[in-house]
Nanobody, 119 residues
Framework: QVQLVESGGGLVQAGGSLRLSCAAS????????MGWYRQAPGKQRELVAT???????TYADSVKGRFTIARNNAGNTVYLQMNTLKPEDTAVYYCHAAISGVLGLRNYWGQGTQVTVSS
């Protein structure tokens, strides 16, 4: 059973920083793209950042220059360093990974972690 476990959310003042982590575990043959999405109350889930196996990254325009996505050397953990946080960054943040396992290539999601930025 493949799982994504997130950590690192919390409450921070505007201008502050947080670091999210997401670790993949289980019977995994390979992990392709990993990423972070977020969903604010009353809004659709949106992409925040992604990183490929080759460490190519993409970012939403709203977070460029403030957030940084990275993976560990083993490729099974993804991080999101969030700096200069704004109240509009408040959302539940979800980790995503495209993973090849015993069930083939599937998309997996973490349970979500709340990030709240106060003004």
């Amino acid at each position: 059973q493949v799982q994504l476990v997130e950590s690192g959310g919390g409450l921070v003042q505007a201008g502050g920083s947080l670091r999210l982590s997401c670790a993949a575990s289980g019977t995994i043959f390979s992990i392709n793209t990993m990423g972070w999405y977020r969903q604010a109350p009353g809004k659709q889930r949106e992409l925040v950042a992604t990183i490929t196996r080759g460490d190519s990254t993409t970012y939403a325009d709203s977070v460029k220059g403030r957030f940084t996505i990275a993976r560990n050397n083993a490729g099974n953990t993804v991080y999101l360093q969030m700096n200069t946080l704004k109240p509009e960054d408040t959302a539940v943040y979800y980790c995503h990974a495209a993973i090849s396992g015993v069930l083939g290539l599937r998309n997996y999601w973490g349970q979500g972690t709340q990030v709240t930025v106060s003004s």
